[in-house]
């Protein structure tokens, strides 16, 4: 497979700032935590990328290639660039509404409470006191899908639409790092929809309100005027590599069982999200035109 050494800015970034705990967060207030984290297994200590910070599941060789899986990105004067071009002028006039508001609560990675991102779908607080065997799930996923889109983010290095037409994103702090992090395949789509995919197999019942709330979330970078569609399409494609590939992980099953359990404890013992899952909903259910 061809794969690039260099460091990856983005991940680099969320990494050395604890992106979703990997460096010992703090959890959101408990909802009788105490007892579901007692509950809890114990696990067996996991690998580190380095000290605090836990790795994926798969090791770096397993990661699906995506520099030989996709093709490349649409070049400018193609009618797939063309529409990429119609899908940013569109969701461009969403800038200001409160799914431009909401587009920007998806795109911190780096915050704890990006850990809740789908706890309104799943039913069920997600962090490290209520639910740690979930949150580890997610924090190990998060670097399997971030990791995998690398091998073509780094060889296209595409520039970004807010780059391309001087413009802003939804979270301006992040812009000067964005530029220098390839556009294609997108991070944190990849990241999203292998979440929407891991929590619809830890919780079944809820997989049709996963799916939906990772699709808003990819869409959420469109909003954001960080990503071009067809960034986000690919990113979905190294995604559903990754979570095939995570199938064959004896440990990441295992977790798959463990978290299924912390989220029947949540739900016996009444735990709710701690988001406003209807502000949330009202915000997403603004429609983009022209998304596929």
């Not at 706890?119 to 924090?139: E, Y």
């Not at 000067?176 to 019942?205: C, E, F, N």
């Not at 709710?272 to 915000?283: I, L, N, Q, V």
């Amino acid at each position: 497979m061809r794969r690039t050494n260099r460091n990856t800015m983005w991940l680099a970034a969320v990494l050395a700032a604890g992106s979703l705990g990997l460096a010992g967060c703090a959890s959101s207030p408990a909802q009788g935590g105490a007892e579901a984290a007692a509950a809890a297994p114990a696990s067996a200590p996991i690998p580190e990328i380095r000290p605090g910070i836990m790795a994926g599941y798969l090791d770096p060789k397993q990661l699906p290639d995506s520099l030989a899986l996709l093709p490349s990105p649409p070049a400018p004067g193609t009618p797939a660039f063309a529409n990429d071009e119609a899908v940013h002028a569109a969701a461009r006039k969403l800038r200001g509404t409160p799914r431009w508001d909401q587009a920007a609560v998806d795109a911190e990675l780096m915050k704890p409470s990006a850990l809740e991102t789908f706890s309104c779908a799943l039913g069920v607080p997600v962090n490290d006191t209520d639910t740690p065997n979930l949150a580890r799930l997610l924090k190990r996923t998060l670097v399997d899908g971030g990791l995998s889109t690398y091998g073509a983010k780094n060889h296209y290095q595409r520039t970004r639409p807010f780059v391309v037409h001087e413009e802003d994103t939804c979270l301006p702090r992040d812009e000067d790092g964005l530029r220098k992090d390839g556009s294609y395949p997108s991070g944190h789509t990849a990241i999203g929809w292998t979440h929407a995919l891991v929590l619809a197999q830890v919780a079944p019942a809820q997989a049709n309100a996963l799916f939906a709330r990772g699709r808003a979330f990819a869409e959420s970078r469109l909003v954001c005027n960080a990503h071009w569609q067809s960034d986000i399409i690919e990113g979905k494609v190294i995604a559903s590599a990754t979570f095939a590939l995570l199938q064959s992980n004896a440990t990441f099953r295992q977790d798959v069982q463990l978290a299924a359990d912390d989220v029947a404890r949540a739900r016996a013992a009444g735990l709710t999200p701690t988001r406003d899952c209807a502000a949330e909903a009202a915000a997403l259910a603004i429609p983009l035109p022209g998304v596929l």
